[in-house]
């Protein structure tokens, strides 16, 4: 099982991580970090590094009943979006397969969450 659901697409890199952000709203995700690697790389090590940005996103609905079953599960989130410049091969989108990474509970209710949390996620990232 793959633990990522990807993309890739050509374009502006701010440009794609402004229709990630758009597809993230339109599927009730709200951006709640953001870490931008290349400058947090470039600031603490000096080292030179692609455009790589994660977003932290949430659904606060399907957070609070995934929550509400398991308390525990705080570990696991937010769901990560990665958008990374990949140079030649142009821009990519990727995010947690939430079914994967939850696939450790033994929950059914976690388990759907999390299958409706992956779908989402297809979409968003097919949509960018």
């Known amino acids: 099982m793959s633990y990522h659901i990807s993309r890739t697409v050509t374009g502006d890199f701010d440009?794609?991580?402004?229709?990630?952000?758009?597809?993230?709203?339109?599927e009730g995700f709200g951006v709640l970090t953001e870490i931008d690697v290349k400058a947090t790389l470039k600031k603490k090590l000096d080292a030179d590094f692609r455009p790589y940005l994660i977003l932290g996103a949430c659904n606060p609905p399907l957070a609070h009943r995934a929550l509400t079953a398991?308390?525990?599960?705080?570990?696991?989130?937010?769901?990560?979006v990665v958008v990374q410049d990949k140079g030649s091969e142009g821009i990519e989108i990727s995010a947690m397969d939430p079914a994967a990474a939850m696939s450790m509970i033994d929950s059914a209710?976690?388990?759907e969450v999390a299958r409706i949390v992956r779908d989402k996620m297809e979409k968003v990232v097919n949509a960018v």
């Open 15 to 26: 440009d794609v991580v402004a229709r990630t952000r758009e597809e993230l709203s339109k």
């Open 109 to 111: 209710e976690v388990g």
């Open 70 to 80: 398991e308390d525990k599960l705080g570990v696991l989130l937010p769901c990560n």
